[in-house]
């Protein structure tokens, strides 16, 4: 379907198609549990509710979302992920800051793993 868009010359739509495709493969990935119901080895985040510390778990995490993206989603680069901390309801979210590959358009996603939250700005 990206290849008819491409050829009609409709090159907006073509991009917002990447992107949402983009975010689709991320919510996928990202929202999948580690080597469960996926064939794919080291697919999706491991279950770290009852481990350790938010310190611990968020180190944890953000070594697997950074792993994730880089070989299940190479059409972008990761910049940076940062731990958001909130002591109120004891959650773990992430900032997670992404370039497209050859493009100009940087992807900001905001992830909540407990809640399955995801935002995202582009």
């Known amino acids: ?3 008819l868009r491409k050829l009609a010359g409709d090159k907006d739509k073509a991009e917002d198609y990447e992107i949402n495709s983009i975010i689709d493969n991320l919510n996928n990935v990202l929202g999948s549990q580690r080597d469960y119901g996926f064939f794919l080895q080291n697919f999706g985040l491991s279950d770290y509710k009852y481990l350790g510390t938010s310190d611990y778990i968020g ?3 953000i070594a697997e979302i950074a792993e994730n993206i880089e070989r299940f989603e190479p059409r972008i680069v990761l910049n940076n992920i ?3 901390k909130d002591d109120k ?3 773990l979210a992430f900032s997670l800051d992404c370039s497209v590959r050859n493009k100009n358009h ?3 996603l905001f992830l909540n793993p407990v809640l399955d939250r995801y935002q995202v700005q582009l």
């Open 82 to 84: 940062e731990h958001i």
């Open 1 to 3: 379907m990206a290849l």
């Open 106 to 108: 940087t992807i900001k």
């Open 59 to 61: 180190k944890a995490l």
């Open 89 to 91: 309801r004891f959650h």
